[in-house]
């Protein structure tokens, strides 16, 4: 089958072979990340080229549809037009790729949810190749960028091959450190949240503002990302109060007012999460600024948390 429709297609003469593969690799990349696992190394493997590549290769044939031939033409306004080579576009389409899947995940973040970028990066890279298809066809048939796939029965190989050659290898490189990097993440940094929330767990609606002998609110969250367990101690009360500390042990609700300072223990292992109700009463009108101070091990620690509250 000397000159059959494989021969034909791989030697993109008749058909631009590689718009048809990468349309097809973005197809199966998004294909992949729907129904394979998360973590799942085949999902990985098959997502590589649409975030590493393909869509920046559709953006980059779309822009230049003609071949880097060394003999280059006037277009009507005079003026004269170059395109790029091989290595240029490879290298333009991973650089344009890592900028797309930025922007298309910017976009989804105000627009939708993050889970749509793999079909997002799909549409993008199918309408790239559709339109680089059309303006290949617009130009004289000597003139179309077109890749082959043949290997050639020259005995030398040419410099673009070479240089072809030792950039897929690159690619292949830093592909196979960026699965290494996913399949074995380094430790996440220890830390600890330590936040204010209101009755209905928002921020929208702490008491900043109640009348005497009112009782406002506040819930006080922990949650242990240190990677070991940890002895936490909230320690409550009005910022530069004198009062004697006591112990309360954690409840549906601690009473705060000008008159105490309460210090609770909580044990939380990690990825632990405790949540604690403050009551906030004062008898006299003011404005009080409450603060919660974390220690971790019986050790001071720079978490700390103030709030205030206009009593009239």
């Known amino acids: 089958m000397k000159n059959g429709p494989l021969k034909v297609f791989l030697g993109g003469k008749k058909h631009p072979t590689d718009l048809i593969l990468t349309i097809t690799f973005a197809i199966i ?37 003609a071949r880097n031939i060394r003999k280059t033409r006037a277009n009507q306004t005079g003026t004269i037009e170059k ?29 939708s949810s993050f889970t749509w970028a793999p079909v997002s990066l799909m549409a993008v890279t199918i309408v790239f190749s559709v339109v680089a298809w059309y303006l290949r066809d617009m130009l004289p048939a000597e003139e179309r960028f077109r890749v082959s796939f043949l290997v050639s029965s020259q005995t030398e190989v040419s410099e673009d091959r070479r240089i072809t050659a030792i950039l897929v290898c690159s690619i292949v490189l830093v592909a196979s450190i960026f699965v290494y990097l996913v399949v074995n993440p380094a430790d996440n940094a220890a830390y600890s949240e ?52 006591t112990y309360a042990n954690a409840s549906a609700q601690i009473d705060i007012s000008s008159s105490n300072r309460v210090a609770t223990d909580v044990m939380l292992n990690d990825d632990g999460k405790f949540e604690q109700a403050y009551a906030l009463t004062f008898s006299a009108p003011g404005r009080y600024k409450i ?8 050790q001071e620690t720079d978490y700390q948390l103030h709030f205030w509250v206009n009593v009239g």
């Open 29 to 65: 990349s998004a294909v992949a990340t729907q129904i394979f696992d998360d973590g799942s190394m085949i999902r990985i493997l098959l997502a590589l080229p649409l975030l590493l590549f393909l869509p920046g290769y559709a953006m980059v044939s779309m822009m230049y549809p």
């Open 83 to 111: 395109s790029l080579d091989n290595m240029e576009r490879a290298m333009f389409g991973i650089g344009l790729s890592i900028v797309l899947v930025s922007l298309v995940g910017l976009v989804l973040n105000y627009v």
């Open 194 to 245: 330590f936040y204010l929330l209101d009755e209905t767990r928002h921020l929208a609606s702490l008491p900043n503002n109640i009348t005497a002998n009112q009782t406002g609110i506040v819930l006080v969250t922990i949650h242990n990302l240190e990677n070991r367990f940890v002895n936490y101690t909230i320690i409550a009360g009005i910022d530069n109060a004198t009062t004697p500390l």
């Open 291 to 298: 603060v919660w101070k974390l220690l971790m091990d019986g």
